[in-house]
C-alpha cells in the first residue's frame, strides 16, 4: 500500500469516525479491533491494513467495503 493510500485512508477513518460521533475506544469496540490499531491507523505514519480489519470497520460504520472505501 503507497504512502498516499494509507495517508488518504487514515483521513477517511477519521472523518467517518467524527461523521458518526465515534471516540476510537468507540470504533474499536464495534469493529471488534483493539483501539491502539485505530490510533496507528489514524497516525501521521499509518501503518499497512489487512481487508479483514478494512472490513470490519466498513461494517462498524453499517456500510459495504466499497463505500467505506470511497477516498478520493
Do not use: V
Amino acid at each position: 500500500m503507497s504512502t498516499n493510500t494509507k495517508h488518504r485512508l487514515a483521513l477517511r477513518i477519521r472523518e467517518l469516525r467524527k461523521k458518526y460521533g465515534y471516540t476510537q475506544e468507540k470504533l474499536a469496540e464495534l469493529a471488534d479491533i483493539d483501539y491502539k490499531h485505530i490510533q496507528l491507523l489514524e497516525g501521521k505514519h499509518p501503518s499497512n491494513t489487512r481487508i479483514d480489519t478494512l472490513e470490519k470497520l466498513a461494517k462498524a460504520f453499517k456500510m459495504s467495503l466499497s463505500e467505506f472505501l470511497n477516498i478520493e
